[in-house]
């Protein structure tokens, strides 16, 4: 078998009928996007004889995986590479600087409690060290940001995530707050030490990550949001520069830049961070992306 069989007449005319071709109906760009997408699929099953059994195993992978598809996107590297777009189009643009962005994930919450500066995002009893962040959201001119909102998510000290416990031992929005900052763009929050991520197992990650011989852990990290009138949003997080995985993230999350070493003293680290904004170029780069996130009441 050889890839060049995928450009016989009979396969061209298969992806043809598959992308709907035929058809004025539907949608064009959705249409030549599957041809393609079908078509690279073939190439690859073509190029590398994947057989009958390896191709029905794969769909048997995705169907039992399907709850972890969220998971699946940081450990394959789509979601950093859409981050990788993302950059290479703001260079083009010359939309450069600021604080990196750098990927979601698949934990977060809408509608955590909106609190004020100075709050601690810990609701629950965890035996691990106290974490106080501060720091500053500023302009590109070194301007305070007025009135953001800063989102903040992370893990507990078992690595786990509230709404997304396997234990089910936390309360709702645990290490979850969104905060309003006020005028001098100044943040203050306390909270309770994470440790790293990692992917359940014996599900499909940890299936695919063993299978490539890799792992499937995360350096201990804290998540942000920021939105403020004016302002770009900003998709980011600080990943500990002090973890063992803090150079080998299995979700590709960990950027030059935020990588802060936690300042540890006794039961407690503070990390100081400040964030750059970008200026707003138009309303829609204000808010996040239409991405579905868990919502709950
Ligand atoms: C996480 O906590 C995370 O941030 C990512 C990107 C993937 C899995 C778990
Ligand atoms: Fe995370």
Not at 5 to 15: A, E, G, R
Not at 39 to 53: F, G, K, L, Q, W
């Amino acid at each position: 078998m050889n890839e060049s069989f995928v450009k016989s007449p009979d396969v061209q005319l298969l992806l043809d009928r598959v992308a709907g071709l035929e058809s004025h109906d539907g949608n064009a760009r959705l249409k030549r996007i599957v041809r393609d997408l079908m078509e690279s699929i073939m190439i690859v099953i073509a190029r590398h004889d994947v057989s009958e059994d390896e191709v029905w195993n794969a769909v048997s992978f995705l169907q039992n995986g399907v709850g972890e598809f969220g998971l699946l996107m940081p450990g394959i590297g789509l979601e950093h590479f859409l981050d990788l777009v993302m950059d290479a189009k703001d260079a083009e643009a010359g939309r450069g600087g600021g604080t990196p962005r750098t990927i979601e994930g698949p934990l977060y919450v809408e509608n955590a409690p909106l609190v004020s500066n100075d709050a601690n995002l810990t609701s629950d009893p965890d035996d691990t060290d106290t974490l106080y962040m501060t720091g500053r959201v500023r302009g590109p001119d070194g301007e305070p940001v007025e009135n953001a909102i800063l989102h903040v998510w992370h893990a507990n000290s078992k690595g786990f995530y509230s709404h997304f416990d396997p234990t089910g031992e936390q309360t709702p929005f645990n290490n979850r707050r969104r905060i309003k900052l006020g005028a001098d763009g100044r943040y203050a929050f306390q909270s309770k030490m994470p440790n790293g991520y990692s992917v359940p197992p014996g599900g499909a990650s940890d299936q695919l990550m063993k299978a490539l011989g890799r792992h499937g852990n995360r350096p201990a990290h804290v998540h942000f949001f920021i939105e403020a009138p004016g302002y770009r949003q900003l998709t980011t997080q600080i990943n500990f520069g002090d973890d063992p995985f803090a150079k080998d993230d299995f979700a590709f999350g960990t950027r030059e830049g935020l990588l802060p070493v936690p300042n540890r003293q006794g039961d407690s680290a503070h990390i100081a961070f400040d964030f750059e904004l970008q200026r707003s170029r138009s309303e829609s780069d204000q808010v996040f992306s239409s991405r579905e996130r868990l919502s709950v009441a």
